[in-house]
């Protein structure tokens, strides 16, 4: 009886593991091309809900500054652009 119960459980456990899939919560994932007049905070405004500061911190994590660039990645951005 003991061995047909963690049989079960087992074959749950890997069907459940084979239907689970990533969650696409963060939303996708947006190219921005910088503006002339554009600000960190401006855009961290346009695109991140709440706090300005957390999408400056994310979009200065994701710009690429070596070569300096117009363009960089809006990751799970509220807004598309």
Known sequence: ???????????ALIAWAMVARASQGAGPTVLYTVKPG???WSIAVAHYAGDPRDGIWKIARGMP?????TEFSIRGSALSS
């Open 38 to 40: 554009d600000t960190l």
């Open 65 to 69: 500054f070596d070569p300096p660039s």
């Open 1 to 11: 009886m003991f061995g047909k119960i963690i049989l079960l459980a087992t074959l």
